[in-house]
Each structure stands twice: as structure tokens, then as C-alpha cells.
């Protein structure tokens, strides 16, 4: 009854193309009131950000405007991949810093956030 164990090998055949599905971790670590949240994804090589940062986002009710998603210290966009910030699978998790945007980078001609902040009543 060993003939059961074929599948294994099946594996190896598979990593001849290590980019394309090729799987990262990616930690995303938001530091907040309450110390570090971390919030782990699964992304492939060559997938933008962009999902992420929004799930992300929608996970704490952030606006994507309002986060900042950076890499060793260099902010990342949503059209970033793991694979163009120089990383590979073998070098195990991406950590990527979640931070408010701050306020006083809001680009001019943003009148439209800032008209939106003074209609509280």
C-alpha cells in the first residue's frame, strides 16, 4: 500500500517557473494606539498592491487617501508589486509599515477633503 504517495513529486515540476505564482508573505504592520497590528497576506510575485492596500484599509475603515504604505522606509503605490520592490519568496516575509498619510502632505488642489472636514456641525 504505498502507491498511494505519488502526489509529492508533482510538486517540483511546478517550481520550474519560480516567478510567476511564486507566493510571498507579506506583513503588513500598522503601529497605532494600542502598539503593533499586523495583518498577514498571502500575494503572489507580480500582484499590484492595490488590493492589498485596499482590503487593508477597509479592514480598519481607513480612507487609501489617507494611508501610507511604505517599504523599508520608501513609500510603495498601488501599482507596486513585491517583485518590483526587489523581493523574492526566499527571503521570507515582506514587511511592509501601514502609517497615517500626514495632513500637511495633502496636495494642493485638494480643497475638496478640506471643505469636507469644516461641514461638521
Keep these: ?3 498511494g504517495r505519488r502526489g509529492g513529486a508533482q510538486k517540483a515540476s511546478g517550481s520550474a517557473k519560480p ?3 511564486e507566493k510571498v508573505d507579506v506583513r503588513v504592520v500598522a503601529v497605532g494606539n494600542h502598539g503593533e497590528n499586523v495583518t498577514n497576506v498571502k500575494m503572489r510575485m507580480q500582484m499590484p498592491f492595490e488590493k ?3 482590503a487593508w484599509c477597509k479592514q480598519y475603515n ?3 487617501a489617507n494611508a501610507l504604505f511604505a517599504v523599508a522606509g520608501r ?3 498601488p501599482d ?3 517583485a518590483t520592490c526587489g523581493w523574492s519568496a ?3 516575509p515582506l514587511t511592509i509599515q501601514a502609517v497615517p498619510r500626514p495632513r500637511a ?3 494642493p488642489g485638494d480643497e475638496a477633503a478640506a471643505a469636507e472636514e469644516k461641514v461638521e456641525v
Design 1 to 3: 500500500g504505498r502507491g
Design 19 to 21: 516567478d510567476a505564482g
Design 52 to 54: 492589498m492596500m485596499a
Design 62 to 64: 481607513i480612507e487609501i
Design 75 to 77: 513609500e510603495i503605490r
Design 80 to 82: 507596486d508589486t513585491p
Design 90 to 92: 526566499a527571503q521570507g
Design 105 to 107: 502632505e495633502a496636495a
